[in-house]
């Protein structure tokens, strides 16, 4: 996600600083970005380009970007500050703290929380007219929504920025409120979890629930296989997130089968096996 963002900013125009606590992570990113820059550069060219003048292209892009393995010094002349670490609030937290030592006063600091509320996060910063939600969707070259999440502390003109900010990294954006899950996953965590009980009653096959909703929604991908796409952990963790956010409500009570796969280390693609094998 992280590596995403910073590539859709820098074929913006934009300098980017990509932290990470591993500088071995760091440079697989930055290759990663680098084979999608060339590959973005060839579908550019209206006749076929040699790879050398593809990735030459590629690599001057790839000036806006420096990676660090310091908070403290990827932070230090931020104009924005966009967090993309996993759906933990104290994690998130430390990580505001953590940027507010040495960025300007004037940098916005974002989350791009997918369900955590903002306002949890309010506390922690010192100026929370600049603070606000950017939701990206992996992969994010690729999809084109934004979630703009603004809280009732965000200033108008901050909202305003970031608008138009989606807009020059060629991102769809929409306005969001400070609710759980704001608008796609309020509406798209219930679809996956009532996919995953259907499958655990044994109402239905993976195979089948996924070509049902494929060919008979013209949906892309069927609910299973997204399940293991996003990662079975995240969805956990998501869930829960929701559960504690919207007590009471069924739909995002535990689910055995889900509780049990992530157990056993079957997280997905990312893993090689979810409910599927891959």
């Known amino acids: 996600m992280g590596s995403g963002i910073a590539q859709v900013c820098i074929q913006a125009g934009y300098p980017v600083n990509l932290y990470g606590r591993s500088e071995k992570k760091l440079l697989e990113a930055r290759e990663t970005i680098k084979?999608?820059?060339?590959?973005v550069a060839g579908k550019k060219t209206e006749v076929p380009s040699e790879p050398a003048a593809l990735e030459q292209i590629a690599l001057l892009q790839l000036e806006l970007l420096q990676i660090h393995t310091d908070i403290a010094s990827a932070a230090e002349d931020a104009a924005m500050a966009i967090e993309a670490v996993a759906e933990n609030l104290d994690l998130k937290l430390d990580i505001f703290q953590t940027i507010q030592k040495t960025c300007p006063e004037n940098c916005m600091l974002i989350t791009n929380t997918s369900s955590l509320k903002l306002s949890q996060m309010t506390p922690v910063i010192n100026n929370p007219s600049l603070f606000?939600?950017?939701?990206?969707?992996?992969?994010?070259?690729?999809?084109?929504?934004?979630?703009?999440?603004?809280?009732?502390e965000t200033s108008p003109e901050t909202t305003e920025f970031l608008f138009n900010f989606c807009k020059e990294i060629k991102k769809l954006p929409v306005a969001a409120k400070d609710t759980p899950g704001f608008i796609v996953n309020r509406l798209l965590i219930p679809y996956l979890m009532d996919s995953i009980r259907m499958l655990e009653r044994g109402d239905a096959t993976k195979e089948d629930i996924d070509t049902a909703m494929?060919?008979?929604t013209s949906y892309p991908m069927g609910p299973i296989e997204l399940c293991d796409y996003v990662g079975l952990d995240v969805l956990q963790s998501t869930l829960k997130i929701f559960r504690e956010t919207l007590p009471g409500d069924a739909r995002f009570a535990p689910i055995q089968l889900l509780d049990k796969l992530v157990a056993e280390g079957k997280l997905g693609r990312k893993t090689k096996q979810g409910f599927y094998t891959y």
Do not use: Q
């Open 132 to 152: 606000a939600g950017l939701h990206f969707f992996n992969p994010v070259p690729v999809m084109k929504l934004v979630e703009v999440v603004s809280t009732d």
């Open 35 to 39: 084979k999608n820059l060339i590959r």
């Open 214 to 216: 494929r060919f008979g």
